[in-house]
């Protein structure tokens, strides 16, 4: 089913990247005669060191920052969800074609609603923090899962408002000057930050959640640190939190049923697993 099959993660960098240690988990977890490698590829050669692995007996890849958009131009096929953002994070080698896929958007779905529950994003306003290609995929995850009104908040307007304009969105998505924190978290349930800010090596991500109602909920798609500044004040202002670690184990289960023919579970097992590494780290 799998007798040395290879897949691989693909960045620049991509030193910081569990997900060879998340799928070589699922690997040993299943008993297949497989890997999974990361490969740092400048932004350069990613064509020609995509169009190289399935000669190497590569049957799929995870492509991460900054080459998500570069692969979905390069994709023969890809899905509805990697239409819609224009973003592909998982491909596929088949026969000679390069089949992409997004799997961020129902990894944010499962993720939310592990976490936070069914409908958490439907029950009220939610305000989404940056504009860049991960909150492409969180909006596409919002809309699909009903959310009634997404406020988009990002410190370049002229972003916002292009990502708010590329897509047909069924939910309304209204622009919030960034640092006008009262109108995006006033009667909001969810809040969703979809930057890089807070992670580790980058600045904090400085905001009030003054104007936050008790009841919502406060998401961070960082996941190194664990808990985030954002998350910890959110915490001690008594709203429940996600980190961006369920996100991570849960956009990855379709790649690797996609190249290994095993569908994984997200379990406590491997949650512990990746804690301890992002611990010692």
């Not at 990613?46 to 080459?67: D, E, K, Q, Y």
């Not at 919030?176 to 109108?183: A, F, P, Q």
């Not at 985030?228 to 991570?248: C, I, K, V």
Request: proline letters at 5%.
């Amino acid at each position: 089913m799998s007798s040395g099959k290879l897949a691989a993660v693909i960045g620049w960098p991509v030193a910081q990247s569990l997900s060879p240690l998340l799928h070589s988990y699922w690997l040993r977890t299943h008993g297949l005669d497989a890997a999974y490698v990361a490969l740092p590829v400048a932004p350069e050669n990613f064509g020609r060191s995509v169009a190289a692995l399935p000669l190497m007996g590569f049957v799929g890849a995870n492509v991460t920052v900054p080459h998500k958009q570069a692969a979905f131009a390069l994709a023969s096929t890809v899905d509805d969800d990697a239409r819609a953002t224009g973003a592909v994070n998982t491909l596929v080698f088949h026969d000679g074609t390069i089949n992409g896929m997004n799997t961020d958007v129902r990894g944010f779905a499962a993720s939310l609603a592990d976490s936070l529950g069914e409908g958490a994003c439907s029950v009220g306003p939610v305000a989404v923090l940056g504009a860049g290609g991960a909150a492409r995929a969180i909006l596409l995850a919002l809309q699909q899962g009903g959310a009634p009104e997404i406020r988009l908040v990002n410190r370049t307007a002229a972003r916002a408002e292009a990502l708010a304009k590329s897509h047909g969105w069924s939910a309304r998505v209204s622009l919030v000057k960034w640092g006008d924190w009262r109108k995006a978290f006033s009667d909001a349930a969810l809040v969703v930050n979809t930057t890089s800010l807070g992670m580790i090596g980058r600045p904090p991500l400085e905001l009030s959640l003054d104007s936050l109602p008790s009841q919502a909920a406060v998401a961070d798609i960082v996941y190194n640190p664990l808990e985030t500044a954002l998350l910890r004040q959110a915490r001690s202002r008594g709203h429940r939190t996600m980190n961006g670690l369920g996100m991570l184990m849960h956009q990855a289960r379709p790649a690797f049923a996609a190249w290994f023919g095993v569908m994984p579970e997200v379990t406590e097992g491997l949650r512990a697993e990746l804690v301890k590494v992002l611990s010692r780290a």
